[in-house]
């Protein structure tokens, strides 16, 4: 019988309905205690002063630019393979998003490109440490001081990753996470802001808190809703839902991925969903995940090395490069592959889901038109893969995966010790 592995995991703590009907008895869903103590002990984790949490990634991004009070029409220069929001919500803050190109073997702000990329009117930078790998930090630093450019880190994908040690989110003057249901700490929504300087994290603080409490039944339903996305992930589940959908438009040539995303649109002005506060109850079962990260990073990094092994001799397969200096938390595990189109349906009728873009290649989309330029880094980085390595599968599952990775390439000789017929048990 076939058996489905989806391309996400949900990180769900053990006991959140526990800790969610605690909250709920106690009327502690959404004001309480637990978001100071969330804030306190995401600072302590970084080792930096002052964090705030904030209803989305995007918006703890949005407070900074807006309590940076930077001059309107000011340049801030983002990597061209990005989250269309960020540069989106550069624009919201009266600024004007400025592209530079990636390194195609990190998927990272290229150190050339970004000093290509800076006017006299340039005024931040916004790196971000994709798929789970932190940007050359030495380099963009050292550029961003001698140009008395304002650094933003976008560490999304990345909490818990490193640079010579340092943990991503404390080299710059800001930074923001996010904590959505796919991302490596889970609260099924939210975000944070990282602030160094006291006085701006007071002025970050006074946005974020100047937002109203969401309705105790809207914060029910978000939670109902990411439990949902959790269990249809799961392979038992994933196999009777997802897997047949994606098993049919493999041979259709459809692509319904683009109804799992966000409509790529202008947002302004913002959506009322983004304006609110972030709720006890999320930051109590962030409390709880932060206990988890490192574990569940030490088992998606040994899940990126079975891959990495099993892929190594298969032609035309590039694994994901992590720098000597660079410590990779894999929120997403990116390969080269020939045909990517073709492997992505041979894969699926395989049992296997796998994704060919987690981000956009913003110099090609059409709401970024005035601001289109040359990107081949990123350009060539959109022809990538994304496998699944996430915490929640077994090292069996691991193997199996790359077998049918494999398989799919037409290639015999991937490492593969479990038997060629078992099943992602």
Same mark, same amino acid.
């Not at 913002?270 to 990260?293: D, H, M, S």
């Given at each position: 019988m076939l058996t489905g592995i989806s391309r996400y995991g949900v990180r769900e703590v053990p006991g959140t309905e526990r800790i969610i009907q605690r909250r709920r008895r106690r009327k502690e869903l959404v004001r309480g205690p637990h978001i100071e103590e969330f804030e306190q002990a995401m600072a302590k984790y970084l080792g930096c002063c002052h964090a705030v949490s904030t209803s989305y990634g995007r918006m703890a991004f949005y407070y900074i630019l807006k309590a940076l009070d930077l001059p309107a029409g000011s340049e801030i220069v983002a990597p061209a393979l990005t989250f269309w929001v960020i540069p989106e919500m550069a624009r919201l803050a009266a600024l004007k998003p400025v592209f530079a190109d990636v390194n195609p073997a990190t998927f990272n702000m290229c150190p050339l =490109? %970004?000093?290509?990329?800076? $006017?006299? &009117? $340039?005024?931040?930078? #916004? !790196?971000?440490? %994709?798929?789970? @790998? !932190?940007?050359?930090m030495d380099s963009i630093m050292e550029i961003a001081q001698r140009h008395k450019l304002v650094v933003i880190e976008d560490c999304a994908h990345a909490l818990g990753a490193r640079y010579r040690g340092r943990l991503v989110g404390t080299f710059g003057d800001a930074a923001f996470f996010s904590f959505q249901s796919l991302k490596p700490l889970n609260t099924y929504g939210g975000g944070m802001a990282i602030v160094r300087?006291?006085?701006l994290a007071r002025r970050v603080a006074a946005l974020a808190h100047a937002e109203p409490w969401p309705d105790e039944r809207c914060v029910l339903r978000q939670l109902r809703l990411g439990r949902l996305q959790r269990v249809l992930t799961r392979p038992s589940v994933f196999t009777f839902t997802g897997l047949p959908i994606l098993w049919v438009c493999s041979w259709l040539k459809a692509q319904p991925? #683009?109804? /799992?995303?966000?409509?790529?649109?202008?947002? *302004?002005?913002? !959506?009322?969903? +983004? &304006?609110?506060? +972030? $709720?006890? #109850?999320?930051? =109590? %079962?962030? /409390?709880?995940? @932060?206990? +988890? %990260? *490192?574990?569940?990073?030490?088992k998606t990094q040994r899940h990126a090395r079975l891959m990495d092994e099993a892929l190594r001799d298969c032609p035309g397969v590039l694994t994901p490069q992590a720098p000597a200096e660079s410590t990779h938390v894999y929120y997403q595990y990116c390969a080269y592959v020939p045909d990517r189109d073709e492997l992505v349906r041979r894969s699926i009728r395989r049992g296997l889901d796998i994704e060919t873009l987690h981000v956009d290649v913003c110099t090609r989309l059409p709401l970024f038109r005035d601001f289109w330029t040359d990107a081949p880094g990123a350009d060539r980085a959109a022809e990538a893969v994304q496998l699944p390595v996430y915490a929640g599968l077994s090292d069996r599952q691991i193997r199996w995966v790359a077998r049918q990775v494999g398989r799919a390439l037409g290639e015999k000789n991937v490492s593969a010790p479990l038997a060629s017929r078992a099943g992602p048990n």
């Open positions: =490109a %970004l000093e290509r990329a800076i $006017t006299p &009117r $340039t005024r931040a930078i #916004v !790196p971000t440490h %994709l798929y789970g @790998l !932190p940007c050359e300087e006291p006085e991925d #683009v109804y /799992l995303w966000e409509k790529i649109r202008p947002l *302004d002005p913002l !959506p009322a969903g +983004y &304006r609110q506060r +972030y $709720t006890n #109850v999320q930051a =109590a %079962l962030g /409390l709880e995940a @932060l206990t +988890y %990260l *490192d574990a569940w990073t030490a």
